[in-house]
């Protein structure tokens, strides 16, 4: 098959456009990647932290072994080895007020026959409540998530509720439930293989984000850091040109675009594109403090502030979604408070709190509501060569890397032809 373009800019290096450009530049396109910041990886990163003297990643992320866009991905630019974890979905909890710890174990297959077993539910909770999934799988797009479940369930609270502000970035009152359904269809109710947790052994970057960038030079694209796009020139039916700062890039006609920058950025470069306007804060913590191997690769908590912690080689990180509420506190107010919820969870003995750095990220996801949701536009704009690609495009998922590759491969493939 010939590529309709056989040029193409793929503006924004975060996941969204670094898939893009793998999967253009597989299919033999000449690819440029243009990124305004001296480094890829926009959202999910890592870099050198100046406080704590090490490296670590932006945020906390997890991927699961049925990821498919990602797993491709991670296959396509050779990083496949990059990744580890557990052998089977185990998800270690806490609950803080009573101190009770469990383990959610999700059996292998489709069919859920792990629910039969007690020992692999949530506690208190009955095979009878695990119905409610029913009701979420039937949910309309216009839906919140506590329309359609019992939110004074204990499955709710220990599982609905976690699962929400973790995958959605959105407290479960305003969430959509057709984007948890989708999660939930493409995680739980696949199985536990589906399940299966994956970490980078090192960090994001060197996973997702150094070994894409290598693959694309070995094919020959080129790089440009540093390189805001600044406006789209548009004709009636393409593209016509880039404008950067170091000058404007003409597109001939065998020229195409891949516009893979956040959603404001991409509102304000194309005329007349809704795109979701509300967003939802993510903050992290990471303490430097080595743990030992043995404990587990992380921990999920309920009732604390602190959702979930991981344990990295030189820190312990915790990550707390949909924490708009936590941006006024200061950063040692949150060091402390976070650190009395991760020593629970690893049962640590009680110290001071280690060498901290508290990262709020404000504009960390769109908010996943059944509004903001009706707001993101597909990968197809009315100019014939330009293509959108974003975890804010209408992926189906809410705000993940998952999601973020998927688009990018849409976009490349739409580009392509396909
Ligand atoms: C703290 C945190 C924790 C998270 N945890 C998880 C998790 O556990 N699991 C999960 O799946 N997802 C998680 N996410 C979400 C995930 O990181 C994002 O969904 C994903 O990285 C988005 O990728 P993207 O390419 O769509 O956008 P971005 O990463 O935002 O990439 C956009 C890129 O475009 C560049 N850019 C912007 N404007 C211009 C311009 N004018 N010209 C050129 N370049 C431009 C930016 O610099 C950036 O590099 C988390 C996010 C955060 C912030």
Not at 59 to 69: E, F, K, Q, T
Not at 122 to 127: A, E, F, G, N
Not at 296 to 303: D, H, Q, R, W
Not at 365 to 391: C, E
Request: proline share 6%.
């Amino acid at each position: 098959m010939t590529n309709r373009f056989t040029r193409v800019h793929v503006v924004g290096a975060g996941m969204a456009g670094l898939a893009a450009a793998v999967r253009l530049a597989d299919e033999g396109a000449a690819v440029t990647l243009h990124e305004a910041a001296p480094h890829a990886g926009g959202r999910c990163r890592s870099y050198v932290d100046a406080t704590l003297g090490c490296r670590v990643d932006n945020g906390n992320h997890l991927l699961l072994r049925g990821n498919g866009a990602a797993m491709a991905y991670v296959a396509a630019i050779g990083a496949g080895a990059t990744l580890s974890g557990p052998d089977e979905a185990a998800f270690p909890f806490l609950d803080r007020a009573t101190g009770e710890r469990w383990v959610l174990r999700p059996g292998r297959g489709r069919v859920p026959w792990w629910l039969l077993d007690k020992t692999r539910r949530v506690p208190d909770t009955k095979l009878g409540d695990y119905l409610d999934a029913v009701g979420l799988a039937r949910a309309s797009a216009a839906q919140t998530v506590t329309d359609v479940l019992d939110r004074n369930s204990i499955l709710f609270h220990r599982f609905w509720r976690p699962l929400t502000v973790a995958a959605l970035n959105t407290g479960p009152d305003e969430a959509s439930a057709s984007l948890l359904a989708r999660v939930v269809a493409e995680s739980f109710a696949r199985g536990g293989a589906a399940c299966r947790p994956l970490v980078p052994n090192e960090g994001l970057s060197e996973s997702l984000v150094e070994p894409a960038l290598a693959h694309l030079r070995r094919r020959g694209a080129e790089l440009r850091f540093g390189a805001r796009l600044r406006a789209l020139e548009t004709g009636d039916a393409r593209v016509t040109a880039l404008g950067f700062d170091r000058g404007n890039e003409i597109l001939g006609g065998d020229a195409a675009v891949v516009l893979a920058v956040t959603a404001p950025v991409a509102a304000r470069l194309v005329p007349g594109l809704v795109v979701p306007d509300e967003f939802r804060a993510i903050v992290n913590a990471h303490y430097r403090i080595a743990v030992p191997a043995a404990t587990p690769l992380f921990v999920g908590i309920i009732g604390g502030t602190a959702e979930w912690v991981f344990r990295k080689r030189a820190v312990l990180s915790v990550t707390v979604s949909d924490a708009d509420r936590l941006l006024d506190t200061s950063a040692d107010e949150l060091a402390l408070l976070l650190w009395r919820d991760v020593e629970q969870a690893y049962g640590l003995p009680a110290q001071d709190v280690p060498p901290a750095q508290i990262l709020k990220e404000r504009r960390a996801t769109f908010a996943a509501t059944p509004a903001q949701d009706a707001r993101r536009p597909p990968p197809r704009t009315r100019w014939d060569n330009l293509a959108l690609a974003g975890d804010w495009t209408k992926t189906s998922l809410p705000a993940t890397v998952e999601g973020a590759i998927r688009s990018g491969f849409g976009a490349a493939e739409l580009l392509l032809g396909r």
